[in-house]
Structure formats: C-alpha cells, structure tokens
C-alpha cells in the first residue's frame, strides 16, 4: 500500500485544492513531540517523507506563498510546559491559524492527572487569539502492537485525554481533529517502531484528517 492506494489518505493533487481561498498567513503549532512531528518518515515506502505540520505549511503555502510558519513543539513537553514555554513565543508570533497537540506525555505519566491536564489546555487555547485548532492522538490502545496487559492499562487514559480535549476545543471556539477514533489506530502499520509515534503513513493520514477539516469549514 502507497498513499495513491491508501483509502485513509489523500495525496496532494486532493489536497492542495482543499485549501484554495485560504486567508491564513502566519501559522504556528505549539505542544510535544506530535506537534515537532517525531516518527520514522522513512517507513512505509510510498508516502511523504514529511511530518503532518510541515505538510499543513506546505499547502497553505501554496496558497499564500508569504506564509509564516513557526513550530515550537518539543518532545517530551507536558502539557504545562506547553503553556509556560510556548505559549508567549506563539502569542508574540500573532498567527491567523494555531494548532495545539499536547497532553500525550502527561496521559503516559503515572500521575496523570485529567481534571488538571484540561486546566492547563483551556488556559493555553483560551489565550490564543486567531482560528485555533487541536490535535487529538490516534488511540494507540487499539494497536495490535501492544500487548494486551498494555493496551488496557492505557485505554481509559487515552479515552479520558480524548475527550478532555475535544471538550477544551468546543468550550472556546476552537476545531478539533479527532483521531482517536480514527479506524487505523487499529492498524499496526502507521505506528513507529517505539509503537507510540506514527510513521510516515500515520503523518499522511494526519495530515489528510486536518486538512479535510480546514477544507470543510473554508466551504
């Protein structure tokens, strides 16, 4: 399977227009190693060698060549450092389009703490002035890369980050991308060899699930 042939994905010639009329100029993305787009890019074969924030850039450039494109993802960045060490560089940066993705490595911490995780995401997207939207994770629970002992461990973890954030998102205006409940969280073939990241294929399906919602609310 290559992305030409991947029911999950669109390739650029249906991406690129999904975006025409596009007024957003300056763009930044805030949060952890999702947002920095960790993951091997160089498995599977067939699909961009490109993570899915620099594939959003890339397209909105088409668009509007000017662009301004800023990422301040880090990996390993919890949710709090997210606010405390991002957020003020992406409010100077005073983007028309923001995309957070955090809360995973809090959600892997045994002290995970959900009421306290969507304190802090509600004051971050809350700041952030602009078109805003979030980033939900594929459920990794459902990977049959997991063991079992592990996957049940972390599925109700994962359900409450998911739904902690949609909610964070609907409660200030925001989009949100859900991939939780995305199809191919079930399919070992987008996960990196750690088996938490996505690889090249999991960013494409990424990529394709932001931009069909930006597409969306542009028509």
Known sequence: ??????PHCLTDEVLYPLLYGAGWRRLVVLGDSVAEGAGDLDDPPGYPRQ????????????????LAYLNLGKYGAFADEVK?????????????????ACGGND????T???????????????????????MGLFDISRSPALSPERAAALRPRLAALAS????????NGAWHVDLANH????????????GIHVNARGHAIAATETLRLLGGILG
């Open 1 to 6: 399977m290559n992305e030409r042939t991947d």
């Open 51 to 66: 993570p899915w924030a620099d594939r959003l850039a890339a397209v909105l450039t088409a668009h509007n060549p000017a």
């Open 84 to 100: 405390h060490l991002q957020l003020s560089a992406a409010l100077a940066f005073e983007p028309g389009l923001t995309v957070v």
């Open 107 to 110: 959600m892997l911490h045994r």
């Open 112 to 134: 995970f703490d959900p009421g306290a995780v969507e304190a802090v995401l509600d004051s971050i997207v809350g700041a952030l002035r602009g078109d805003v939207v979030t």
């Open 164 to 171: 902690l954030t949609r909610s964070v998102a609907d409660r």
């Open 183 to 194: 199809p191919a969280s079930a399919d070992a073939s987008i996960y990196s060899s750690d």
